[in-house]
Structures are given as structure tokens and as C-alpha cells.
């Protein structure tokens, strides 16, 4: 029996996957609590618009980050910190710190986990750092710290 899944089962299949399951299993099991509907002509329909609409949706999420990619190439985010003589900082500048500068300046919402680098920056200077925006589109800012 061909049934579609309402939600993700181990060993079964993922949600909103079509797959052939026993009759008896499908009728004693996975009807009863929820986890599958028969994949009748209606459901197959309200599967089918779904897909497209996730496609749709995904499809405007890359085109909204390709264009957010593009204006973050032009940046600059400038930060002073405290530095001693020879340019090294007292602590350093985080993934944090620079997602919160974007946001606060240039009003980019970035998740700190996108910002990837790998230790806090310790040195003073123009930094290259690539944020992480959507699957696939990784955009590149400059961070200039200036020791105080």
C-alpha cells in the first residue's frame, strides 16, 4: 500500500516521502497515530502543492541572499578595540561582536554561527570574513579594527 508520512520515522522514510508500506502495517500502525496518510489522488494533489510551494519558497531565500551577498561585498564594518602598543588586542573580536556590528550598522541580520572564523580575531587591521548566508552563498566582508 502506498501511503505518504506525515513525519520523519526511523527506518521507514522522511516526512512527506511516498513510499510502499504493508497493508497491515500501514492500517494497524501507522494510520491510527498519525504518522501516514493513504497516497490517494487528494493527498498525492496537497503533497504536490506543497513541494512546489517549499520550491518556490527556497528558490526567493537564495535570491534574497545572492542579492544581500552582493551589498555585503561593498562593506566595511569598522570596530575599535582596545589594543596594546604593538597592535595586538586585549582579548578579541568574536563571530558575535561582528554579527551585532552588522546588524547595529548596516542593519544585517546574521546569525552568529554564520560568521566563520575559526579564533577571535587578536590583531589589529583589515580582516577578511566569510558569513555563511544560505545553502551554497557565502559572502565576504572586510572588518577593520582600529586599536584604541
Request: charged share 35%.
Amino acid at each position: 500500500m502506498k501511503v505518504i508520512l506525515k513525519q520523519d520515522i526511523k527506518g521507514v522514510g522522511k516526512k512527506d516521502q511516498v513510499i510502499n508500506a504493508a497493508d497491515g502495517y500501514a492500517r494497524n500502525f501507522l494510520f491510527p497515530k498519525g504518522l501516514a496518510v493513504p497516497a490517494d489522488a487528494g493527498n498525492m494533489n496537497g503533497l504536490k502543492a506543497k513541494q512546489d510551494s517549499n520550491a518556490f519558497r527556497k528558490g526567493e531565500e537564495l535570491k534574497e541572499a545572492k542579492e544581500i551577498a552582493e551589498k555585503m561585498k561593498k562593506i566595511t564594518v569598522k570596530m575599535k578595540v582596545k589594543a596594546g602598543e604593538n597592535g595586538k588586542l586585549f582579548g578579541g573580536v568574536t563571530s558575535k561582536e561582528i554579527a551585532e556590528a552588522l546588524k547595529k550598522d548596516f542593519n544585517i541580520d546574521v546569525d552568529k554561527k554564520k560568521v566563520m572564523i575559526k579564533d577571535a580575531i587578536k590583531v589589529a587591521g583589515v580582516t577578511n570574513v566569510d558569513i555563511k548566508l544560505y545553502e551554497g552563498v557565502i559572502a565576504t566582508v572586510k572588518v577593520e579594527i582600529m586599536p584604541e
